[in-house]
């Protein structure tokens, strides 16, 4: 495309009906992800043993450190996309799902070759007792397996709803991880599998949600111009993903590294404590799904204003998503606090972890409110590509997290735990607030 094509303003309106059009489906869709660690939690939790429950939990950590630092793949998707939607180029469109397609299929060989490392680091760093540290490897072991699909259903998400297609993003991840949590409870409980059960039911599900995805793209491509290598293999184009992605991948590890220090530190306190959090990260999770539907959609609505050039779309789209987000984060809050104990009570029959997990409710239940300004904000930076400013902040953040649990976190216990993961969430979203009016009037100079 052309310079002066570039620089062309092409208009829209941002209303709230386009807003909930991304927002509503990607919320009921991100909410089967925690519903799937929750399901996942209460099968383990169901067996009775304290270990399992613990190795689980610091399992998933690890877990999503690794894989959920290539998340990437699907927020620079979603962000590149959208900006090639906003500049009405759907050829570009393709040509980025294709570049982000075979660096997951990369990638993933990769993570598949690493498995005995990760799971030895992992072990190493969560230090928890012999019994955990065995269910540990066991679960990391089995569902590293899954890293290439896993990898795939991440871009081929991140195209959809770089398109503004919520409706499908809903409908692949319902099939992701509604077949997770069947085969879940099918391997775990019902075959007597136990945690190895939980972990084959993972990997099964994500091979049906990627083959399902592959299905739609080449469908979808089958009557269109084929691309050619040099469009798809662009060098600069390659480039501007990788730097992208580098800059997310070092903010999602960043993030996830938080969490895993906060397990850690956790696990330190004893089992019961373990065991709590992991149940009690979960209210954490919900929120955070919920507000990641108005966090999507002010991706593909930053990104199409940015790439139609439109400075009044981008504006409106930050100011309605947050407001959105804001009345869910404090709804969210109040149920939490209302009904948050019968949740402990149905997910774990542990009589000590029960109650730890009543103590600490008031700490999980508010995190949705200090949280909702950082949803937003990474939702805004990663549809606009501001991706620098997101890892520098989002490292900003994580020295604050540090440095609080070094210091005033280890003389307060778990209740100095759960105020850093608060300082955390709110210095997040404050950085990234700061320096948003400066980044758009050059964006829309």
């Not at 993972?202 to 469908?219: D, K, N, P, S, Y």
Request: aromatic share 10%; net charge neutral.
């Amino acid at each position: 495309m052309d310079q002066t094509a570039a620089k062309r303003v092409l208009p829209f309106d941002v209303t709230n009906r386009l807003v909930l059009a991304v927002a509503v489906p990607m919320m009921l869709a991100y909410l089967t992800t925690p519903l799937l660690g929750i399901v996942d939690t209460a099968v383990v939790g169901r067996l009775g043993d304290a270990a399992l429950l613990g190795g689980l939990a610091a399992g998933a950590v690890i877990f999503d450190v690794v894989f959920n630092t290539f998340n990437s793949l699907r927020s620079s998707t979603t962000g590149l996309v959208a900006q090639a939607h906003g500049r009405h180029d759907p050829e570009e469109e393709r040509a980025i799902l294709m570049r982000s397609l075979t660096a997951s299929a990369a990638f993933g060989v990769v993570l598949i070759c690493l498995t005995p490392a990760v799971a030895a680091a992992g072990v190493w760093f969560i230090d928890p007792e012999p019994r955990v540290a065995e269910a540990m490897r066991t679960y990391i072991g089995i569902r590293m397996l899954a890293a290439p699909l896993t990898l795939i259903n991440f871009s081929i998400l991140g195209y959809v709803l770089g398109r503004g297609e919520g409706t499908l993003g809903l409908l692949l991840q319902v099939l992701l991880n509604g077949a997770n949590i069947s085969l879940s409870i099918l391997l775990g409980l019902k075959l007597g599998w136990g945690l190895e059960g939980v972990a084959w039911g993972t990997v099964a599900g994500e091979l049906l949600a990627a083959l399902a995805g592959l299905f739609i793209v080449v469908r979808r491509f089958s009557g269109m111009a084929r691309l050619t290598a040099a469009r798809v293999f662009d060098i600069p184009a390659i480039l501007r993903m990788l730097a992208l992605n580098g800059d997310i991948m070092i903010r999602s590890f960043s993030l996830l590294a938080a969490f895993a220090l906060f397990t850690r530190q956790g696990a330190q306190l004893g089992t019961v404590t373990l065991a709590a959090n992991a149940v009690l990260m979960n209210f954490f999770l919900v929120a955070g799904y919920f507000l990641d539907g108005f966090a999507t959609a002010a991706e593909q609505l930053a990104g199409r204003a940015v790439g139609a050039r439109y400075e009044p779309a981008f504006r409106r789209a930050v100011w309605l998503t947050s407001l959105w987000g804001f009345v869910l984060a404090g709804a969210s809050s109040i149920i939490f606090l209302l009904f948050g104990e019968r949740f402990i009570d149905l997910v774990t029959t542990a009589p000590e972890v029960r109650e730890m997990a009543a103590t600490f409710l008031p700490w999980a239940a508010l995190t949705a409110v200090t949280g909702v300004l950082a949803f937003q904000m990474d939702g805004v930076f990663i549809g606009a590509t501001w991706s620098r400013d997101m890892r520098n902040m989002m490292l900003l953040s994580l020295a604050a997290f540090g440095l609080w649990i070094l210091t005033v976190g280890e003389s307060l216990g778990n209740h100095g735990l759960w105020a850093a993961i608060h300082t955390f969430l709110i210095a997040r979203g404050l950085s990234l607030l700061s320096i948003l009016p400066r980044r758009a009037r050059e964006a829309f100079a």
